[in-house]
């Protein structure tokens, strides 16, 4: 078992436990999107970060794949963080200004209205969808396509993918709920968009 | 033929003298990329031709870029017992002169360069001599190559074959050192000791983030696994930096040294040089020049008969600026999408394939076989303290001299831009020099004396970066510049984090708003915000350093951002919505060429007669600016 | 116009980097060589062949900018917009292209003649404005000497 602090409270952890996990164990509130204990931790959302002071250097990490070591001091909740992620949800206010699951962290944390022109997404690229489908069912189906600000969740093709089975899985862990099931079939946000398959 | 010992080394050291110095008259031709972009290419062919057809008995040598690209395509040649004689901005046409010239013994001496009396051999600490008394005369008026401004200041470690070998002849890489360093290093030194050579050497990574080498060597070395591996980084994605694809186009058995002393110090078999797919020559020559190691048993099995193996293999990228951090290079040689990972366990300890890696960049694995080869003291008296030995730029922008620089590290800017580069281009007045890439920042005239090292210009706001150094002028916009760079960096961010992703589209919208009229009161501290989001929220570097441009800017030319916002205008006349084109009746000829050439048909006029620019047709695309030989378009 | 693809040159290709899964982005790049781009059937044989999910082919072949999986044109330009293009000028120059060949960024002639993309920096800064044709680096090009320069091109 490793000591660290956390806000000032020391906790104890087991060896190779990330930040997230040992604040878990204490009911300590971190807030996370991209995050699911069944899942390999990705730090994409970067609602986890957190302040650590290490050998008197202190630096902002992302406490879903930080791992925990002796004496480390943990800060969650300074004024630093809490305006990093105040920023991260004002941008994805921006991006998903109709999703329920945003509007709340954002009530939460005081953001009202973003500073940005809205867009009408639903899908947060958190990759939960994407990581239950090459984790859990181990299928495969789906992954990240293209990069940057054209990123989103595909089937290869976009079409109807040969390896998937239907478990639900991806639509199951959407944290925005990007993924409906209509008519007992999955469908995702790309199916919505008029596009005839294209690279761009 | 394998070699193996030292007596195999020095036979092939000979050969490769007798082809360096051979005792006849000698013409190399800059071939790099750059020297072909100017018509290298065909300057070679000329020669070949033209001394065919005057029955010549001249042998003619391709070899990489002397750094000089402003004056490209460069020739030397070199005649037995005299001076090699440099020259300059040689065409095709120039070539049937230059021969007929030399036929008869002489110079041209108005094309020439600079002329070189000895050359030095870095790696070995020699000097040759190439002329005898007899070959100094006539040739007096003829300035010597340390003395043209653009060599004087600098001071070539990585540099220090390029332009002077065929990159392809092993044998002439040999002859001017090479090759004695891993012998040493694989027969008379341990790994630890290699490892205390560099680290005492005082080496930095020189692709930007300027870790100490010899650190990140023992901490791969001392990381737990048996298998292990060396990158090359040489995906060089800073817009203006050219330096790793002249090496590896100019001297690329000096990166594939390095990389088997480091190797050979960490303990690794398999080695990684990951190159940019936009430099196919730099991609043939390295392939080329790893058979040729292979073939000569200096690659492969047994190394110069030691026991050490070490096999490289060559992998190609596919066009993303991500994939010069090297945890998104691993994931792109491990065949995934460039996607970079959180650093808390560093890639030494788990990097490619989860196992310890070592990453370096193309000019820090160059500078290996010299250290070892000099030894960690005599380096690390180059430069300053706390960064030691030289670092290659490409200055490049608005200078008179473009090209290749390398320099002891704490030479001043200015020296850089003005004594080697020959100041600005026209006699514009000096804006701001962009350094570090899209990662870096502008450093302004009130700078220009900062002695140029790691720490100085990251406490300026900038950073070292690859050493791409852009030089700009009072037309350059500097919100121009910031939405510039930030455009790249949405095109390029991996998509993967929300603050890069989200945050830098954002901050590209906000200045795009600001060059195009839009901007509004509070802008300024909104991209302030955004800066301290990316660079608190962002999983990697390209993230973190995305503000620079904006924040540096923002530092030293926060009225022209003000300009732009408050009275919509653009000083440098550059924002396409801010200005209009205007033309000057007392200038106009009424030549009509810049009515021929406008393409939405908005100016118009009588021939002879001065000529009016229709605003709401003018797309200010600059066409007409070009053709008008009396200057009578200008900006309002 | 579909370039035909020589399914006995892809196969070969494919079997060179059999069992090197790391080697994917090279060996989509040998066959874009070979068939100009990236054609669906092909990319589910890779995946097939090479032991690597097709999800996973998808991706690399939509994150990189080296790889398009529409046809592309004969004559592949690429516009530097690099920092030193840039202050030169090279946005005059990709507008010119534009107008000249009736296609934005990305897209290819309706002939199939030219497919128009850009890079940051090639490295020629010293020659800026640069644009790169095929395998030819043109130098310190100007708005009216873009005609004649794809002239060359047919």
Known sequence: MIALSIDGKKVWAKEGSTILEAARLYNIYIPTLCYHPLLSPYGACRLCSVEVVQRGRSRIVVSCLFQIEEGLEVKTNTERIQKLRRGIIELLLARCPSTERIQNLAKEMGVLKPRFSSENEDCILCSLCVRVCQEISEKKALSFVSRGTKREVATPFYQPSEECFDCWGCAYVCPTGAIKIENGKLVFPWMKKDLIFSKD | MKIKTPEDLYMIKNEGLKALYPGKTKITVGTSTCGLATGAGKVLESLVDEVQKNDMDILIEKVGCLGFCQKEPIVTVLEPGKPKIIYEQITPEKVVELIAVLKRGEIKKDWVLCKMEEEECLVEGVTKKFCNEEGLKGVEDICLYQEVDFYRKQLKIALNNCGFIDPERIEEYIARGGYFPLYKVLHEMSPQEVIEEVKQSGLRGRGGAGFPTGVKWESCRNAKGDIKYVICNADEGDPGAYMDRSILEGDPYSVLEGMVIGAYAIGAHEGYIY??????????????????????????????????????????GGGAFVCGESSALMASLEGKVGEPRAKYIRSVEKGLWDRPSNINNVETWANVPVIIARGAEWFAKIGTKSSRGTKVFSVVGKVNNTGLVEVPMGISLKEIIYDICGGVQGNKKFKAVQTGGPSGGCIPESLIHLPVDYEELTRVGSMMGSGGMIVMDEDTCMVDIANYFLTFLEEESCGKCVPCREGIKRARQVLQGITEGRGEEGDIELLQDLGAILKDGSLCGLGTSAANPVLSTLRYFREEYETHIRNKKCPAGVCRELFQYFIDPERCEGCHRCVEVCPQQAVSGEKRQPHSMDQSKCIKCGACVEVCKFGAIVKQ | ??????????????????????????????????????????LIKVSKEMDIPLSQVFSVATFFKAFSLKPRGRHLINICLGTACHVRGAIGILGKIERELNIKVGDTTKDFRFTLETVRC?????LSPVVVIDENTHGRVKQEKVFTVLENYR
């Not at chain 2, 190394?303 to 992998?315: E, G, H």
């Not at chain 3, 080697?23 to 070979?34: A, G, H, N």
């Open chain 2, 275 to 316: 190159l940019r797919n936009e430099y196919p020559l730099a991609i043939r020559t390295i392939k080329k020049s790893i058979e040729k190691a292979e073939g000569c048993g200096l690659l492969g099995k047994n190394i110069l008969n030691s026991n050490f193996d070490f096999t490289v293999k060559i992998n190609r």
């Open chain 3, 1 to 42: 116009m579909e370039p035909s693809i020589n399914n006995e040159k892809i196969d070969s290709i494919i079997e060179k980097y059999k069992g090197e899964k790391g080697l994917l982005i090279s060996l989509l790049q040998d066959i874009q060589t070979e068939v100009n781009y990236l054609p669906r059937e092909i």
């Open chain 3, 122 to 126: 090639v490295g020629c800064c010293s």
